[in-house]
T-cell receptor
Framework: TQLLEQSPQFLSIQEGENLTVYCNSSSVFSSLQWYRQEPGEGPVLLVT?????EVKKLKRLTFQFGDARKDSSLHITAAQPGDTGLYLCAGRQDRDDKIIFGKGTRLHILP | DSGVTQTPKHLITATGQRVTLRCSPR?????VYWYQQSLDQGLQFLIQYYNGEERAKGNILERFSAQQFPDLHSELNLSSLELGDSALYFCASSPTGVGRGEQYFGPGTRLTVT
């Protein structure tokens, strides 16, 4: 089973700082999604990237898809307490169309 | 609000029992996915239905089964429940069976087996 590895598993930083979290695999993905999940709720779709090297911005969040479509990163600028949550990446594998999820990065922004 | 609804929100039952979880997808979505989420295992894909037919199967136990009805709502049946089945169960929907992989998740059902 191909895995999506997310790092770090946990991250706690002060409000106003910048951070980057990563999603890596040995699989090639035809598309990759990032979701944010708050405790007791379902994941909420943030973005989809489909082209190698693609960069998408959502306010203070910047998402990048690796050139080889095997990895992705999420960069948050000037983190705010409202950014706290579990960030999940998910990819649709090229070889079999299956969607797999990483275990997530649990982010806590301290006021 | 994603437009995906799940009932019930919470369910408490005893070992050995059987329960049914219900999901209604977003209007117009043809695919329904079921996931199990526990603290140590992350989000585990169970099964996908597309327009009434099973399309993909993940780590779904034989004690679990699902179906999608003509009105596109779906039910996940869990039987002979064990303590380890306690988890959050999410349903998600998407417009097509393949697409770009985007899914819209419901609020989940929290199952507690005692």
């Amino acid at each position: 089973t191909q895995l999506l590895e997310q790092s770090p598993q946990f991250l706690s930083i002060q409000e106003g700082e910048n951070l980057t979290v990563y999603c890596n695999s040995s699989s090639v993905f035809s598309s990759l999604q990032w979701y944010r999940q708050e405790p007791g709720e379902g994941p909420v779709l943030l973005v989809t990237v489909v082209t190698g090297g693609e960069v998408k911005k959502l306010k203070r969040l910047t998402f990048q898809f690796g050139d080889a479509r095997k990895d992705s990163s999420l960069h948050i600028t000037a983190a705010q307490p409202g950014d706290t949550g579990l960030y999940l990446c998910a990819g649709r594998q090229d070889r079999d169309d299956k969607i797999i999820f990483g275990k997530g990065t649990r982010l806590h922004i301290l006021p | 609000d994603s437009g995906v609804t799940q009932t019930p929100k919470h369910l408490i039952t005893a070992t050995g029992q059987r329960v049914t979880l219900r999901c209604s997808p977003r209007s117009g979505d043809l695919s329904v996915y079921w996931y199990q989420q526990s603290l140590d295992q992350g989000l585990q894909f169970l099964i996908q239905y597309y327009n009434g037919e099973e399309r993909a199967k993940g780590n779904i136990l034989e004690r679990f089964s699902a179906q999608q009805f003509p009105d596109l709502h779906s039910e996940l049946n869990l039987s002979s429940l064990e303590l380890g089945d306690s988890a959050l169960y999410f349903c998600a929907s998407s417009p097509t069976g393949v697409g770009r992989g985007e899914q819209y998740f419901g609020p989940g059902t929290r199952l507690t087996v005692t």
